[in-house]
């Protein structure tokens, strides 16, 4: 499912000139128009109109978020899309419906470290269309099968002691904390006591706000979800996608209007005495 690196690229696009901005590891670039990079064969509803989109590579990981509007209904986007995805070079992974709108995961037939995500949203009479897609968002699992240098097919596995057990992987010391940005709404989305946040990054462009954050702490996945779950709606948002999958959890929140956002991404811990990474993005206007 939707590991930390999903957020690296916005799920609240921005429109708006091209601009390119640097965060921890890597880059963001904020267009008004869709990269010539995106996917030719990834399925787009015919006749929305583009709104706007991010390019993102940051750590090994590269992507896209785009976002679209259309008069026609949720129901015929949504019907529109699950039967493209089962014609195309991508297959539907993961269907999600809700209250607040519809989320679709696939990844590509033939590269499955080639993912994509579909949210379809009622926006006030409008329908917001909102696609990510890139590469290694979900990250490296063990298992996974890869080509060698000679094009044969071959597993990794976890290595083995000479007892024959699994040798787990080092955990990582606790990366440098660093302060939230300037003008990050802690008001309107407050982290959990004790967060250590690890990588903090803000764009502007024409009025939108956008901010990614990293943190780790002590909590369970479990309790984090709990946490955002109980205190977003407390300062008005409005919870859309809620889910999770081998204990990973994937929640968004919308606010008032389709340019205001919280997305949140929780998985296991890779830092020796934390138990939860969290990624988040928060979009205002």
Known sequence: MVAAALLLVATGACGGGGKTVTVPGGKVSV???LPSSFPKDFPTYGGAKYVGGLESTQR???GFYATWETSDSADKVLSYYKDAFKNSAWTTTT???SSGGSFIGVERKDDPTQTGFVSVTDSGGKTTIGVLVGKNLNGSSSGATATNASGESATSTPSSSSSGGSTPPPESALPTEVSLPQGYPSDQVPLPSGAKVTSASAISSNGQQLYTIEFYTKDSEQSV??????????????????TESNGE???MWSGATNNQSVTVTITK???????SKVAMLVSTK
């Not at 811990?269 to 138990?275: E, F, K, T």
């Open 60 to 62: 090994g990981v590269s």
């Open 269 to 275: 811990g890779d830092v020796s005495g934390y138990a």
């Open 95 to 97: 269907t999600v419906n």
């Open 31 to 33: 267009g008004g128009s």
């Open 225 to 242: 979800a709990d946490y955002f779950k109980g205190e977003l709606p407390k300062h008005g948002w409005t919870s859309a996608v809620t």
């Open 249 to 251: 959890f994937y929640l």
